[in-house]
């Protein structure tokens, strides 16, 4: 079946400091992009890439891919004011009305080709495959009246590529924008379908602040050395 990643590479990186969008931000002498483009280029040879940048940095990013990679397997588009709109801009250019579809955070550049494959066919399977990991931390929520503590056994954080089949993600894509749309999983559930989880990565981290640029760079160490 078709593969496309549609890699959500649209932020500001404001957190990061500076005025490079974290994307762009080197990476033991790659841009950051580099590593998640690799990931999903390497996982299968079938394998279309869909990367979704701010507009003032396509050219950026077309610079990554004619230094690095094959351009006729990496198309790039806008992206939007909200993730769901990136999204949306680049489900546009799915061609295929069946295959399956990864929605990633660009800056997620540490997961193995292992975690793709994972989600691939769980989506293959059910439709829906949502990565996620064991809170360590203790848990609390905010109430009314203050907080109280939470069982933190019965809370799973989510990470990406949250993986699709086609014919699930696209429709779903057509409904109106809402404020509680912070990932394809809640937007999928509006929709009206339950999404099924797999085991996500410690790894998997999301670049957002620049301690998490340093740990990356260990990580990429390790395997390295692995």
């Given amino acids: 079946m078709k593969k496309y990643a549609v890699i959500v ?50 050219d950026m ?13 990496v198309q790039i588009t806008a992206g939007g004011d909200t993730r769901f709109q990136s999204v949306k801009n680049g489900l546009s250019l799915v061609e295929e009305e069946d295959a399956i579809i990864f929605v990633h ?4 550049c540490l997961l193995s080709q292992g975690l793709i494959e994972r989600c691939f066919n769980q989506a293959l399977s059910t439709g829906t495959a949502i990565p996620a990991i064991t809170s360590k931390d ?17 809370v799973m954080l989510v990470q990406t590529p949250q993986t699709f089949h086609s014919k699930i993600l696209i429709p779903a894509f057509q409904i109106d924008y809402k404020d509680k749309f912070t990932d394809e999983a809640t937007v999928v559930e509006a929709y009206g379908m339950k999404v099924s989880l797999v085991e996500g990565e410690e790894r998997n981290i999301k670049i957002t602040c620049p301690v998490d640029l ?7 160490e390790e395997a390295t050395e692995a």
Avoid: C, H
């Fill in 105 to 108: 955070d660009g800056v997620r």
């Fill in 9 to 58: 590479a649209g932020g500001s990186g404001i957190r990061m400091g500076g005025n490079l969008p974290k994307q762009f931000m080197m990476l033991k002498g790659k841009p950051l992009l580099y590593y998640t483009l690799k990931a999903f280029l390497d996982s299968y040879s079938d394998m279309q890439v869909i990367l979704v940048l701010p507009a003032d940095y396509t």
């Fill in 138 to 154: 203790s848990i609390r929520l905010l109430t009314d009246e203050g907080n109280e503590a939470f069982d933190r056994n019965k």
């Fill in 214 to 220: 340093l740990l990356a760079e260990q990580l990429l």
């Fill in 61 to 73: 990013g077309q610079e990554i891919i004619d230094a690095w990679f094959d351009k006729n397997r």
